[in-house]
Structures are given as C-alpha cells and as structure tokens.
C-alpha cells in the first residue's frame, strides 16, 4: 500500500514539473511601421502553436500557452486600427483580442513565428501583422496581400496615386531628336528643373514640361523592357537605391541619426563590392540630394527613382531603406517585393536569406509590398528594410562600419546567387 502511495505520489509530482514547464506568454508587444501595419508580438517561453479568426470587428490571435502574472490583461495602442488590445486567460491558452476600428478585407491579417535565439536572448515569438483597409485594397475589388501602396520614399502623402495611369511616357531619342526637343523648350523653369532631375539627365525628349502640380504629367521613362536573371554578375547592369536624401531624412533615431545618411553609406559599399565582381552599377543618387529635385512631389521623386532604372536598361533594383516603429523593441530585416515578373520573390528571398542567416536578428521575412518604386519598375526589384533605427541596439549597430560593411557583403552575396 505504501509502494502504491509513493508511486502516486511520484507521478503526482512528474505531472506537476510538466505543467509547471508549459509554454508560457512573458509579453505581449504592438508597434506600428512606417505603411500603418500594426504588428502585434507574444513572446513565448517555449514553441507554442497558434490561430486567428475575425469575430464580429474582434481580431482574435489565440496562443497555445499560459498567460504570465506579469503580462497585463490590456493595453492602450496607437494606430488607425485599433485603440487597445486585450489579453485574455483562458487557463491552458490565451487569446490576444484586438477590436477593430474598421472592417478587414480578406487577407488582411498575417500571423508567423518567429523561432527562439539563444545568441540574442531572444525568445520564441508569435506575430500578427494587421493591414489598414486602405493598403490592402488594389482598387478593383478583390484583396490583395500588399503591406502598403504608399510610396516608402518619404513620409508625406503622395498627391494622388490613381493618376500614376495617366503619365506620360519618355523614350530614349536619338541625337536629332533631343536637338529637335530642345528647340521646343519654352520654359526656362523646365530646363531649371531637369538639371536637378534624374530625367533630365537621362538627356531623353520629353511629350510634356514636368507640372510639378499636376501628378498627370509625370515624366515616365520606359526602358526596352529586356532583362537578364542568370550567367553570374559579370556584365550585369544593376541599379542601386539609397532611400530619402536632400529635404527628406526619412526616419531619425533618438539621437538624430537619419536614415538616409545610413542608406547611402550601405549602399556605396554594396556598389563597390559589385563592381569588383564586373557588375556595371548605377546609384540613384550618390550624395545627400533628393533625385528628383527641391520641391518634388513624392509622385515625382519615386518615378526620378524608378528613371535611373529604366535610363539604363537595368537587369535588376535595389532599393535600400532602414525600418522604424512606435514600438522600440521591435527589430530585424525584411525584404519586401511586387510579383510583377517570375523573378521579383527569387530576387527577394536570395538577399533575405542572407541576412536573416549572418545576423544574430530578427528575420521579419519576405514580404509583397505594393511600394512605388518595386512595382512601377519593370525588372525584377526589391526594397531591403536594414533593421530598426527605433530600436536602441540596431540603432548603435547600424552607425558602426562593421554593420555597414558586413550587411552591404550580404546583401551583395544575395544578388549574387541570384545571377548564378
């Protein structure tokens, strides 16, 4: 009888070391990007399985894990979304609600893990990414699972994006045809502002003098449309693009390192590292300028952008820009592309892949975006995101050489295997 009681009393004590090792939510984060998508993260102390479902205008992220004395049963958020988030026990689950200002489309919502890393301290994770209405909407009715389709260049509204259909198309002339053009120049103010244009130094004719009012009379250059996607790098024609510059920052970190000085240090090094493999590069811009020119539209200013890589035929773009979020604790690289060509998500999971296996963070994944840049170019295009200028320990690594140095390498490496 004793014997029995003891054995009882052992697998008692078995069952409570199990339960007392159960997964267990440690916190539960929200931040908000730079295209409004509100990304909601539960830190987990061990892999735990998850599921979303819409009840009613309630967003419900349910976790297979208790839920920690510490974690708060809600809190405030900030984004056009929602207002709170509520964290709910339900003994051996929790279930994250999170009700909504706004209806969903379908699709609209993401969920993936993130795995534990030991070298960062870093633990499991459960995210759920959360897309306003408005980004995800393409305008002909159906859903689609692009993050935003503002443009990422700067953080001001663009003018109005329904007329980029209407622009007007530059071809590349020939010498009697830019002589003929410049005969037809009127304005001085045109010629004043095709020196401080990508465009204009593309020294193409143009149908109609830039109206920087009027987003219906972008100047729209088209390349020959051919592009190549293996052979090795050697030849290969890519352009590269250092995000924001001149009047436009992009997003500044708390002691006011800009992004668009860390961009363009990046993407020199990357430039640099391809032309010594026999890669013909070009840079959309080279110094602290805006591209299109002072008092741009944000219209023209990406399509400056997307220009440099039509001008020159480019096999590839890369655009290259640092992350920033409310939530400062939120970090990592992601990648983001438009599946325009059959090459867009290879380019973009060859550079993703990269970094998300030599850097000891976050690997946020990659992603369809509806960005300007990415989607009205027409080879294969990426928009790199370098980590989080919000986030205090990516911030002090990004100003340092050996971050510079060793994600430009990176993402070089990613390009290359792409060609290969």
């Not at 096999?315 to 400062?328: A, E, P």
Request: hydrophobic fraction near 35%.
């Amino acid at each position: 009888m004793r014997k029995i009681f003891l054995l009882t009393l052992l697998a008692c004590c078995m069952l409570l070391g199990a339960v007392a090792q159960a997964a267990q939510i440690t916190d539960v984060k929200w931040g908000v990007n730079k295209a409004d998508v509100l990304r909601i993260v539960v830190d987990v102390t061990d892999t735990a399985g998850y599921a979303v479902d819409m009840e009613g205008d309630t967003l419900n992220l349910t976790v297979n894990a208790d839920k920690g004395a510490q974690v708060p049963h809600s809190k405030a958020v900030k984004s056009s979304l929602a207002d709170s988030l509520k964290i709910v026990d339900k003994g051996s689950y929790t279930v994250v609600r999170v009700p909504l200002k706004q209806r969903l489309l379908e699709k609209s919502y993401k969920a993936f893990v993130l795995k534990k890393d030991p070298a960062t301290g870093r633990p499991f994770r459960v995210v759920l990414d959360v897309t306003p209405r408005q980004a995800s909407y393409s305008g002909s009715g159906a859903a689609t699972t692009v993050v935003s389709n503002r443009p990422v260049v700067s953080n001001r509204p663009t003018k109005n994006n329904s007329s980029i259909k209407k622009n007007t198309v530059i071809k590349t002339s020939t010498a009697a045809d830019k002589k003929a053009d410049k005969k037809k120049s009127s304005s001085k103010k045109k010629n004043d502002n095709k020196k401080n244009t990508a465009a204009a130094k593309t020294e193409t004719t143009v149908n109609k003098p830039v109206n920087k009012s009027d987003a219906d009379k972008l100047a729209v250059i088209k390349g020959n449309g051919r592009f190549r996607t293996s052979g090795g790098l050697d030849g290969k024609i890519i352009t590269l693009d250092a995000g924001h510059g001149g009047s436009d920052p992009g997003a500044i970190g708390s002691d006011g390192t800009k992004e668009k000085n860390i961009t363009l240090a990046i993407t020199k090094i990357v430039k640099e590292i391809l032309e010594d493999k026999g890669a013909k590069v070009y840079m959309t811009r080279t110094t602290d300028v805006d591209v299109f020119g002072p008092n741009a539209s944000d219209a023209e200013e990406l399509q400056a952008r997307v220009n440099v890589g039509e001008k020159y035929n480019s096999d590839m773009f890369v655009s290259l820009h640092i992350n920033s979020s409310v939530n400062k604790n939120i970090g990592g690289f992601s990648t983001y592309y438009y599946p325009k060509t059959d090459n867009d998500l290879r380019l973009a999971q060859n550079i993703q892949n990269k970094l998300a296996a030599n850097f000891g963070v976050d690997d946020l994944g990659v992603r369809q975006a509806n960005f300007y840049v990415i989607k009205r170019i027409s080879m294969p295009a990426v928009l790199v995101e370098m980590c989080f200028i919000s986030n205090e320990k990516e911030l002090t690594l990004m100003k340092g050489q050996w971050f510079q140095k060793k994600t430009a390498r990176l993402i070089a490496e990613g390009i290359e295997k792409y060609f290969a």
